[in-house]
T-cell receptor, first 111, second 114 residues
Framework: GEDVEQSLFLSVREGDSSVINCTYT??????LYWYKQEPGAGLQLLTY?????DMKQDQRLTVLLNKKDKHLSLRIADTQTGDSAIYFC???????????FGKGTMLLVSP | NAGVTQTPKFRVLKTGQSMTLLCAQD?????MYWYRQDPGMGLRLIHY???????AKGEVPDGYNVSRLKKQNFLLGLESAAPSQTSVYFC?????????????FGDGTRLSIL
């Protein structure tokens, strides 16, 4: 089946930029998403990008999409301790009419 | 401004017991989903519904049943709980096909099966 892969852990210092990477296999993906999960909570949509776009910027967030390599990244500028969370990459899973999630990247921001 | 509400938030069951997890949304969403989240596994889709009275299987449906008798509610049932079903369960909903509409998640139900 279709798959979404992410690195499991990233540690940065406050004020640095964070880059979380994701690869996917579904060549028919039309939308790709980034969700954030804070401890003890559900997932919140951070941003998404349409597959005909290369980049999308939303305040401190920059999403880059390389459709040829099926690679998606999320850059968080000026990372804050409040950004510490698990970040999920997801794409539209053609098999089940819903999202296919990666396993999540835990971002730890230290002061 | 409730959004998606899951009941209960925590539960401990013994092997073989049954229970029902309730998900309620007040956004008039058509689509509803049940996921389970396990360490190192990410989120996996159990069942989903594209409208009142409809349900469909997801990636890991075995051992679970669902019902969508009312548009705002999506119930997940465990008929005979097993330790392998220890997990955090998330319900989500979206207005239309999630491809262009974001899924809104509840805060989860933490279920332990002893």
């Amino acid at each position: 089946g279709e798959d979404v892969e992410q690195s499991l852990f990233l540690s940065v210092r406050e004020g640095d930029s964070s880059v979380i990477n994701c690869t996917y296999t579904d060549s028919s993906s039309t939308y790709l998403y980034w969700y954030k999960q804070e401890p003890g909570a559900g997932l919140q949509l951070l941003t998404y990008i349409f597959s005909n776009m290369d980049m999308k910027q939303d305040q401190r967030l920059t999403v880059l999409l390389n459709k040829k390599d099926k690679h998606l990244s999320l850059r968080i500028a000026d990372t804050q301790t409040g950004d510490s969370a698990i970040y999920f990459c997801a794409d539209w899973g053609s098999g089940y009419s819903t999202l296919t999630f990666g396993k999540g990247t835990m971002l730890l921001v230290s002061p | 401004n409730a959004g998606v509400t899951q009941t209960p938030k925590f539960r401990v069951l013994k092997t073989g017991q049954s229970m029902t997890l309730l998900c309620a949304q007040d956004m008039n969403h058509e689509y509803m989903y049940w996921y389970r989240q396990d360490p190192g596994m990410g989120l996996r889709l159990i069942h989903y519904s594209v409208g009142e009275g409809t349900t469909a299987k997801g990636e890991v449906p075995d051992g679970y049943n669902v019902s969508r008798l009312k548009k705002q509610n999506f119930l997940l049932g465990l008929e005979s709980a097993a330790p392998s079903q220890t997990s955090v369960y998330f319900c989500a909903s979206s207005y239309d096909s999630g491809e262009v509409q974001p899924q809104h998640f509840g805060d989860g139900t933490r279920l332990s099966i002893l």
